[in-house]
């Protein structure tokens, strides 16, 4: 059974940056595309950022520009480096794969951003 654990998060002011960190427990980084969600209070989820087996990022127009989404099949790590965060990035934070596997889902990691 796979485990996919977030860390990273925390409280920043506006325009500062954190990295997040998406730990798996099985080998499945290099097989499948991976993505960042988030999911803020009382909103849907919604996926942020997605990168391809080949290493390529794809992003909400939200975050173009902001975010960079990296992985390390060695490791079986995702990474979200997120730049120039708004209020609006105030969010759970978690990793999953693209698409998502229920199964996956773990406790995400808070991201506050205050203004």
């Known amino acids: 059974q796979v485990q996919l654990v977030e860390s990273g998060g925390g409280l920043v002011q506006a325009g500062g940056s954190l990295r997040l960190s998406c730990a798996a427990s099985?080998?499945?980084?290099?097989?499948?595309?991976m993505g960042w969600y988030r999911q803020a209070a009382g909103k849907r989820r919604e996926l942020v950022a997605t990168?391809?087996?080949?290493?390529?990022?794809i992003y909400a127009d939200s975050v173009k520009g902001r975010f960079t989404i990296a992985r390390d099949n060695a490791k079986n790590t995702v990474f979200l480096q997120m730049n120039s965060l708004k209020p609006e990035d105030t969010a759970v934070y978690y990793c999953n794969t693209v698409p998502t596997t229920n199964d996956y889902w773990g406790q995400g990691t808070q991201v506050t951003v205050s203004s």
């Open positions: 099985g080998s499945i980084f290099s097989i499948l595309a």
């Open positions: 990168i391809t087996r080949g290493g390529s990022g």
